[in-house]
């Protein structure tokens, strides 16, 4: 990090800090620590507030004792008070006191309670609620205790989060892995899919979400898919009677703009939720320089590229979610998603290509214009029975997804010197539409047996089709022709996916165990309907256990061990075989004969949380032995041109170490650390290569609260270099500053950020190396970026809208932008 940057936060830090420690020299203050008279153990969180005893009702300080039952607060004024104790299971004791200028601190020392029969009708807490929340099966980051989702988008709170890290490209990894999967609620969103995730959270407003959920041993009822686990995005659930509303517009140095409006109401029994975005992104451009060696070939032995590229694009997306009760058993929702981009890129390129002795053997500079067009719409239908007993639940699910997909490549040649290839075709357009249609249906039962034992099953059905077509183009005599299409030009991929699972859980006061299985069945047709003899027909089956075992050695310390096995079947990404052949010298295609991977995991969890202090750790160790990768390769019969594919290649191992660590001073103040390091292991016993390393990255934030609503905050990240198969990627770090202001009682929020104020440009290198070829290249990408955002809430709710808690939750691809698909 830069040392001016880190010399301003340190000066913030510094001031803020001298500036409470002369507050606190004038203060008042209040101590002791709440016991239980029977077990004479501490009452970890009892709730303390503190009141004038003349108007007892009206609390002006409070706070939650940490795990150890204590407690401090302070007090601006002399005065007589009264104290009020309250835990969940107590009963509520009052004290009164009196702070002179002459006994200023009052330490109570033990205060013991006594056990209630009855529940307390209502608790209020008035202290921050912890950011981390660790419990059997996740991680809970809450995104409500967090001052910057006022005005941050989701993709940049997820830079907070444990367990996930958001790299330059705005790329999301989960313990270091872009296999997992997202859901909205609970249930998958074709919003949250593929290639546009990060488009798509970068215009969700974070006020929206109330918790982010990184679910890393999923049980029985979640589909197999998700090598490294789950993302679950919870949104505001705290609906009532009336209307709420949010509207928020935000702009920055590089010309992008959007705005976004979320409106909830109920009125009687019909709830209704809606949240519309609009972005129009815009990246200036970056330089990409790179030198490519080819081992076996004399002539051209040495490619040396410069490429510049800039884009933009319009995001739009929208969300419609209408629950309504029949009565207090009985629910019925419908949720509706839309989601839509439109971009264009240009892309400038100069190639040249030098023999073994160094003489240059051609050269040229090409120009590319690439639109791309993708759009989805999706379509949730939930019928949710519930009975007498609580939490014992029926759940009936359909769910349609249309996600078409296309885009327009046209490249052109110019200041060609030497002598090409004759088989290259610099001048090309070509046209790519691509769509996946999904059905699915889903039941599911979960059973309380009692406060102990809970028993769920469930079955699921799913039809998916993916269908791309091609046509390419080519330039004769200064007009284009289409050209005759290839058999890879019109492909078919359908799926037939059938399973079922049964879970239980037991848990008691301290111990904590949950299992269970999950069979996988999938029946596959590969189509080239231009080559019939190409077809073909793939069946497999899978068997999926799931164990968590969890231990509380203190109410504010828990062991976790689990174990789980998860499987990845490919998508179109990946399955398609047309090749992408823009720059003639690295092609690049899917494969459709890939199977499903799958990864065995085992981890080890500790977690301590208190008023002021969070840590967890996780070790885990995984293992596949038919992962799916990405290699390149040179083929001596075409040995001019380097080709790029997918295939079950890998053998992994990785090792892990995950750290979050959490220190809240005060009320005013908070820090957190977010760290791993992995260690790597990969081979390819087909390619006979392998490549191992570790890899760590870092993240830390800063937190201060300061007087009349305003805040700043600053982060750093550091991410290591990354080991892949055939190479590796150079490490980087970002960093931010920001501050916030509330007006009008909070509603209005605006705030002004800077992302990467200490270097302009984020630079990455990305080296390959196999025993045909070897690349190094070197992105500059612009990265110094300001920002301002406004938001203003209104609107008032008094009952709280119903919503189906289960439903469809298709997380059985594996996504990625493919190497075989221009789209």
Not at 33 to 56: G, K
Not at 100 to 124: C, M, P, Y
Not at 236 to 254: C, D, I, P
Request: charge should be positive; charged fraction near 20%.
């Amino acid at each position: 990090m830069n040392k001016f940057l880190l010399l301003i936060i340190g000066v913030v830090l510094c001031v803020t800090t001298v500036k409470a420690q002369n507050r606190v020299s004038d203060l008042y203050s209040i101590s002791g620590q709440v016991i239980d008279s029977l077990t004479n153990e501490p009452v970890p969180y009892a709730t303390v507030r503190v009141a004038l005893v003349q108007s007892p009702t009206q609390f002006i300080n409070g706070a939650a004792c940490d795990g150890n039952g204590k407690f401090e607060i302070q007090l601006k004024v002399p005065g007589n008070y009264q104290i009020t104790i309250q835990a969940i299971g107590i009963t509520t004791i009052v004290k009164t006191f009196a702070l002179t200028e002459t006994n200023r601190n009052i330490d109570f020392g033990k205060l013991f309670v006594h056990e209630n029969a009855q529940a307390l009708s209502e608790v209020t807490v008035v202290a921050q609620k912890p950011l981390v929340k660790v419990e059997i099966d996740k991680l809970t980051y809450n995104m409500e205790s967090d001052p910057e989702a006022k005005v941050n988008n989701t993709l940049e709170m997820l830079r907070k989060v444990p367990l996930l890290t958001v790299d330059s490209d705005d790329k999301i990894l989960l313990k270091g892995s872009s296999n997992f999967v997202i859901y909205l609620n609970g249930k998958p969103s074709n919003l949250l899919k593929g290639q546009n995730v990060s488009d798509v959270l970068k215009s969700m407003p974070a006020n929206t979400i109330k918790n982010i959920e990184v679910i890393t041993d999923p049980g029985a009822r979640y589909d197999a898919e998700g090598i490294s686990g789950v993302i679950n995005i919870v949104t505001v659930r705290n609906l009532f009677q009336g209307y709420q509303g949010s509207v928020s517009a935000n702009t920055n140095t590089f010309g992008g703009f959007g705005g976004n409006t979320y409106l909830t109401a109920k009125t009687g029994k019909l709830g209704l939720t809606g949240n519309f975005s609009y972005n129009n992104n815009r990246r200036p451009g970056a330089e990409v320089t790179g030198i490519t060696e080819n081992f076996i070939n004399d002539m051209y032995h040495k490619e040396i590229s410069n490429m510049n590229s800039r884009s933009s694009g319009i995001y739009t997306s929208g969300r419609l979610e209408a629950s309504y009760e029949f009565d207090t058993l009985r629910l019925l929702s419908l949720g509706v998603d839309l989601y839509s981009s439109n971009s264009n890129s240009m892309t400038e390129r100069m190639i040249e290509m030098f023999n073994i002795n160094d003489i240059q053997e051609y050269g040229y500079k090409s120009d590319s214009k690439t639109k791309s067009g993708y759009g989805t719409t999706g379509v949730n239908l939930d019928y949710q029975r519930s009975t007498r007993k609580k939490d014992e639940l029926l759940t009936v699910s359909y769910r349609f997804n249309n996600s078409p997909d296309g885009s327009e490549v046209r490249s052109n040649a110019r200041d060609i010197t030497g002598n090409i290839p004759l088989y290259t075709r610099l001048n090309q357009w070509f046209d790519n539409n691509a769509r996946t249609v999904e059905h699915s249906g889903q039941i599911d039962y979960v059973n309380p047996i009692n406060q102990k034992h809970t028993i769920e099953a469930g079955l699921k059905y799913i039809f998916r089709q993916n269908i791309s077509n091609v046509k390419q183009y080519e330039l004769v005599n200064s007009d284009w022709v289409e050209a005759p299409p290839s058999i890879n030009s019109d492909f078919e991929h359908n799926s037939h996916i059938f399973a079922g699972y049964s879970g239980y859980a037991f848990k008691s006061e301290k111990f904590g165990f949950r299992t269970g299985l999950r069979a996988e069945g999938t029946q596959q047709d590969v189509k080239f309907n231009l080559d019939k003899n190409r077809n073909f027909d793939v069946d497999y089956y899978n068997l999926v256990p799931s164990a968590t075992v969890s231990y509380q050695l203190k109410p504010t310390q828990q062991m976790r061990v689990g174990y789980n096995l998860r499987i990845s079947r490919p998508s179109i990404w990946y399955l398609n075989p047309y090749i992408n052949d823009t720059n003639p010298y690295a092609i690049s295609y899917g494969n459709p004969n890939l199977e499903p991977q799958k990864s065995h995991n085992f981890n080890l969890n500790y977690s301590y949380f208190s008023a002021k202090y969070t840590l967890n750790v996780s070790t885990s160790y995984s293992y596949t032995n038919n992962a799916i990768s990405s290699y390149s390769f040179i083929d001596p019969a075409n040995p001019d041109v380097r080709q790029t594919t997918y295939g079950n290649i890998g053998s992994n191992q990785s090792t892990n170490i995950y750290v979050t660590a959490g220190w809240t001073p005060s009320l005013k103040l908070r820090f957190n650390f977010n760290g791993s390091l992995s260690y790597n292991d990969m081979k390819s016993a087909e390619l006979d290569i392998s490549n191992s390393g570790f890899f760590g990255n870092f993240n830390m934030n800063a937190q201060i609260t300061l007087p009349k609503d305003f805040r700043i905050n600053a982060m750093g990240q550091y991410q290591g270099k990354y080991i892949m198969l055939q190479g590796s990627q150079s490490a980087l770090y970002i960093t931010g500053l920001s501050a916030n202001k509330d007006f009008l009682k909070k509603k209005l929020t605006v705030s002004l950020s800077c992302t990467n104020p200490n270097s302009k440009y984020l630079k990455v290198k990305v080296s390959t190396l196999t025993e045909y070829f070897a690349t190094n290249m070197k992105q500059a990408m612009p990265y110094r970026q300001g920002s301002i955002s406004i938001s203003y809430r209104f609107g008032s709710m008094k009952e709280s809208i119903r919503k189906v808690q289960r439903g469809i939750t298709n997380d059985d691809v594996m996504s990625g932008s493919g190497g075989g698909n221009s789209m």
